[in-house]
C-alpha cells in the first residue's frame, strides 16, 4: 500500500528506507548526502560491494541498522548516467520478490529521480506495479529541500537506534504539561480558538476540548490509552483512522498533540484519498552505538 507524505525521510515512521544508488560506488541522488551524513557505514558498506561487483542491476544490498535497515536499489550504472527505467523496475521486482525473506515490515522511499525519469509517467506507475499491492505501508515522501534547521540529533538517534515507545503515563503526563504551560489556549489550522483542560478525579481522567463555537468533547484515558497504542504502532495516523470518536476532534486534536516533541503533523494521502493531515510519532531513541550489517540480495 502506497502511503504519500509530505515529510522528511529521515524522520520517515519506515523500518526499512530505499536508498537509489549507481552500481559504480556514487549514491547520486539529491538526497545522496543526507544518506552519507547519516549512514557514513552503509555507504562505506555499498562502496565495498561496489568494487567487489556484487552491486548489479537488478540486485539489491540490504544494510541492516540498530534503528533503521537500508536497501541499496540501483537506478543508475555510473553517477554520471541518467537513470534507466529497465534498472529501476529490475530492483523493484526484486524487492516485491525478497520482501518476505528479508522479513520488511514498512518501507519508505525518496522522491527521486527528477527530469531523467518522469516521476508521472514512469516511475509512479512502477511503483504502483510493484510496491502498491504489497500488504505493507510503503510511504512515499514528497519533502522539499531539507531545512538546515531540523533536528538534526533527532534524526541521528532515529536512524542509529531502536525506536523507544513512551507508555501511556508518560504520554499523559506530557499532556497535562502541554496544556498547562498556555493555560489550556490553542488555535487550530483555521485560526480558530479553543480550550484543553485535563480534568482528574477518584474514577475518571478525561481530556476536554471545548471550540470557540460548537460542541465540546471530551475523551476519557481508556479513549486516549487505545489512541496512544495506535500511534506508536502505526508511527503515522492519518485523521479518518482516528477511532473512538476522535475523528471529528482532529482539528482540535491535532494541534494539541503536536506540543509534545515526539509528534509532528504532516501533509499526506492514503487509498486514493483526499491530501489531510497526519500525525507522525517520531520520538527520541536512546543513546547507544549504532551497529550496521550487511547483506547482497543478489
Not at 479518518?240 to 494539541?256: N, S
Amino acid at each position: 500500500m502506497l502511503v504519500d507524505l509530505h515529510a522528511d525521510l529521515f524522520l520517515s515512521p519506515a523500518d526499512v528506507w530505499i536508498m537509489p544508488v549507481s552500481t559504480a560506488g556514487a549514491a547520486s541522488t539529491e538526497v545522496a548526502a543526507d544518506f552519507k551524513r547519516f549512514f557514513p557505514s552503509a555507504l562505506a558498506q555499498y562502496r565495498l560491494a561496489c568494487e567487489v561487483g556484487d552491486l548489479k542491476p537488478g540486485a539489491l544490498l540490504y544494510l541492516r541498522g540498530d534503528g533503521v535497515d537500508i536497501v541499496a536499489l540501483p537506478i543508475r550504472r555510473h553517477w554520471r548516467s541518467a537513470a534507466a527505467a529497465d534498472m529501476l523496475e529490475a530492483g523493484l521486482q526484486k524487492l516485491a520478490d525478497r520482501w518476505p525473506d528479508l522479513a520488511i515490515p514498512s518501507l519508505a522511499l525518496p522522491r527521486f529521480a527528477g527530469a531523467e525519469l518522469n516521476w508521472d509517467g514512469v516511475v509512479r506507475p512502477l511503483l504502483d506495479t510493484y510496491l502498491d499491492p504489497l500488504p505493507i505501508p510503503v510511504y512515499v515522501h514528497h519533502s522539499e529541500p531539507a531545512d538546515k534547521r531540523r533536528g538534526v540529533r533527532q534524526i541521528e538517534q532515529r536512524v542509529t537506534h531502536a525506536y523507544s515507545r513512551p507508555p501511556f503515563e508518560q504520554f499523559w503526563r506530557d499532556l497535562g504539561r502541554a496544556v498547562r504551560a498556555v493555560y489550556g489556549k490553542f488555535t487550530t489550522a483555521s485560526e480558530e480558538s479553543f480550550r484543553a483542560a485535563i480534568e482528574t478525579g477518584a474514577r475518571l481522567r478525561r481530556l476536554v476540548l471545548t471550540p470557540e463555537r460548537g460542541p465540546a468533547f471530551a475523551f476519557s484515558s481508556a479513549v486516549l490509552n487505545d489512541f496512544w497504542t495506535q500511534v506508536i504502532h502505526a508511527r503515522v495516523v492519518f485523521a479518518h483512522q482516528l477511532t473512538g470518536g476522535m475523528e471529528p476532534a482532529a482539528p482540535y486534536l491535532f494541534p494539541l498533540l503536536t506540543q509534545l516533541s515526539y509528534l509532528s503533523t504532516v501533509r499526506g494521502t492514503m487509498n486514493g484519498r483526499t491530501e489531510s493531515d497526519a500525525l507522525l510519532f517520531t520520538p527520541p531513541a536512546p543513546k547507544g552505538a549504532a551497529v550496521l550489517t550487511v547483506e547482497v540480495a543478489p
